[in-house]
């Protein structure tokens, strides 16, 4: 959680990409935060993604 929030991850991003994993993947039963901390990994790098691509989107358009 420490490497989480120290590369800018907020919080409740956090605790909403736990609440996330445990029901997602209920028939997998994630019995560790290390499971939660990979899917929190993936969400992030997914909304930064898609960040850039309405950003670049709009740059474009200003073109």
């Not at 736990?18 to 935060?33: E, G, K, L, V, W």
């Not at 929190?40 to 989107?57: G, H, I, M, N, P």
Request: aromatic share 20%; glycine share 4%; net charge positive.
């Amino acid at each position: 959680m420490k490497a989480l929030t120290a590369c800018g991850v907020p919080i409740d991003f956090i605790i909403s990409g736990i609440y996330y994993t445990f029901i997602a993947f209920a028939d997998r039963r994630p019995r560790s935060f290390a499971y939660c901390a990979e899917v929190v990994k993936e969400r992030v790098r997914d909304e930064r993604y898609a960040a850039f691509y309405v950003l670049f989107s709009r740059r474009l358009m200003n073109w």
